[in-house]
């Protein structure tokens, strides 16, 4: 069982960069792999980016490929999504996910999840 909460969200102007943080509670994080993925005002929620169990490997939606970038620190239980150059479309509410071993683009296959923390981009 692995309990997650997102924090770091807030009110940003486009330019600006935000570090969202997925803390996990349970001494076997090392074991699962993470995604983030976010949900747009009147949208699905969709894909952002996902991390190993070791941090070694990442992928990225085209959408935020060379602006946001995900990583990972076991021995504190978190992983990161440092967001530059913020837009207006990032707007959203942002969510950890978590999956034993191998990651995955699809929300469907990720067995934990976190409550979500807002992100605002003002233009």
């Known amino acids: 069982q692995v309990q997650l909460v997102e924090s770091g969200g807030g009110l940003v102007q486009a330019g600006d960069s935000l570090r969202l943080s997925c803390e996990a509670s349970?001494?076997?994080?090392?074991?699962?792999?993470v995604g983030w993925f976010r949900r747009a005002p009147g949208k699905g929620r969709e894909f952002v980016a996902r991390?190993?169990?070791?941090?070694?490997?990442?992928y990225y939606a085209d959408s935020v490929t060379g602006r946001f970038t995900i990583s990972r620190d076991n021995a504190k239980n978190t992983v990161y999504l440092q967001m530059n150059s913020l837009k207006p479309e990032d707007t959203a509410i942002y969510y950890c996910?978590?999956?034993?071993?191998?990651?995955?683009?699809?929300?469907?296959?990720?067995?934990?999840w976190g409550q979500g923390t807002q992100v605002t981009v003002s233009s």
């Open positions: 996910a978590a999956r034993p071993n191998v990651g995955s683009i699809l929300e469907n296959d990720y067995d934990y």
């Open positions: 349970g001494r076997t994080f090392s074991s699962y792999a």
């Open positions: 991390i190993n169990r070791s941090g070694s490997n990442t």
